[in-house]
């Protein structure tokens, strides 16, 4: 009886003292992992060196986002969760002779997966690439209003 109470004892100390190493060790990349946003599908344009290069590359694009980010600019024709509207829009691009690069980045603000959620609905429901690109160019603006800005 007193070498099981005495065994349960050591099991016990055994499995708390395991439990706050594993706890501490990996408490980053559990905090990570349910911190993670969720996953949205920009269509990057290109990267730039200097503004002015960007400026001179994508005159001819009226809708677009700029993001800034160790001195490159990154540009962005558009933003959408959904992966097969991420490719209409990219043969969309295509089609006028512009090479994009879908990117997966992962943001974590409700107000605009909410948003993007409603504008690729009404993407899968667009006939035409100027109604798409319409629903993009809001997408953008939308992308500018709440995540820049916050």
């Known amino acids: 009886m007193k ?20 706890r501490e060790k990996y ?4 905090l990570n992992v349910f911190s993670e946003g969720k996953i949205y599908y920009f269509l990057q344009e290109g990267i730039y060196s200097s503004k002015e290069i960007m400026t ?14 160790n001195n490159k600019y990154y540009v962005y024709l558009g933003i959408t969760r959904s992966e097969e509207n991420a490719k ?19 943001l974590s603000n409700e107000e605009f997966f909410n948003n993007v959620t409603q504008f690729d609905l009404l993407i899968e429901n667009s006939e035409t690439e100027e109604e798409i690109l319409t629903i993009e160019e809001v997408v953008l603006a939308n992308y500018e209003e709440i995540i820049k800005k916050s």
């Open 3 to 22: 070498k099981t109470f005495l065994l349960s004892i050591i099991f016990i100390i055994l499995g708390a003292s395991i439990g706050i190493l594993f």
């Open 56 to 69: 001179e590359n994508t005159k001819d694009l009226d809708v677009k986002l700029i993001n800034e980010e």
């Open 27 to 30: 408490q980053e990349q559990i």
């Open 88 to 106: 209409k829009i990219k043969e969309i691009y295509k089609n006028k002779g512009y090479q994009l690069y879908i990117k997966e980045i992962n």
